[in-house]
C-alpha cells in the first residue's frame, strides 16, 4: 500500500546537477528495495539506481560515478543525487519499490507514479 511521489526535476544545463526525491507514504511493510529508473522518449524504461534495506547500491555504466542513490528513514524518503549531468540524460524519472532487490531490477511493478521532468539542455 505504499504510494510514491518524485519531485525535484526541472531544467539544466549539461554538467550541472539536479537531486531527486522519492517520498514514500502509507504502508512501506514488505519494502526491501528502491529503484530510481528513467524513460526517454521512444526509449525503454531502464534503471538508473537501486538501493536495498542493507544499504547495498548498483548503478549502470551509463551514470556510474554521476548518480548517487541514497535514502533517510527518519523522512521515508529516497533521493537520486545527479552531478555532470548530459543531454542523454533527460528523460522522466520515476521511483518504485519492492520486496526483492531482483523485483527492482525487473522493475515489475503494477503501477508508476507521474515521475518527474529532468531536462539536459543549454
Known amino acids: 500500500q505504499v504510494q510514491l511521489v518524485e519531485s525535484g526535476g526541472g531544467l539544466v544545463q549539461p554538467g550541472g546537477s539536479l537531486r531527486l526525491s522519492c517520498a514514500a507514504s502509507g504502508s512501506i511493510l514488505g519494502i526491501n528495495a528502491v529503484g530510481w529508473y528513467r524513460q526517454a522518449p521512444g526509449k525503454q524504461r531502464e534503471l538508473v539506481a537501486a538501493?536495498?534495506?542493507?544499504?547495498?547500491?548498483t548503478y549502470p555504466n551509463s551514470v556510474k560515478g554521476r548518480f548517487t542513490i541514497s535514502r533517510d528513514n527518519a523522512k521515508n524518503a529516497v533521493y537520486l543525487q545527479m552531478n555532470s549531468l548530459k543531454p542523454e540524460d533527460t528523460a522522466v524519472y520515476y521511483c518504485?519499490?519492492?520486496?526483492?532487490?531482483?523485483?527492482?531490477?525487473?522493475?515489475?511493478?503494477?503501477?508508476w507514479g507521474q515521475g518527474t521532468q529532468v531536462t539536459v539542455s543549454s
Open positions: 538501493i536495498t534495506s542493507t544499504g547495498s547500491t
Open positions: 518504485n519499490a519492492g520486496p526483492t532487490y531482483w523485483s527492482v531490477v525487473r522493475a515489475d511493478f503494477t503501477s
